[in-house]
């Protein structure tokens, strides 16, 4: 994976891959804060979503 993402950003950035460091971090999510909003653990990306709905919608973010 981490060499067809390097393919692709050299070949759509023109960057040399000598110049590029590309890796995978695994995070927890409950340490992940964005837009005020701890982000959800994979899985219950819907629960989420109605729990934050209102603070989203504040945000400008409306989801279908």
Sequence with gaps: ?????SQIWTRNSGQP??????????????????????????????EWLEENREKLAELGIVAA
């Design 1 to 5: 994976m981490l060499r067809q993402l």
């Design 17 to 46: 891959e000598a110049d590029l460091w590309i890796s995978v971090t695994e995070i927890d999510p409950a340490n992940v804060l964005e837009a005020g909003l701890f982000i959800p653990a994979p899985g219950h990306e819907h």
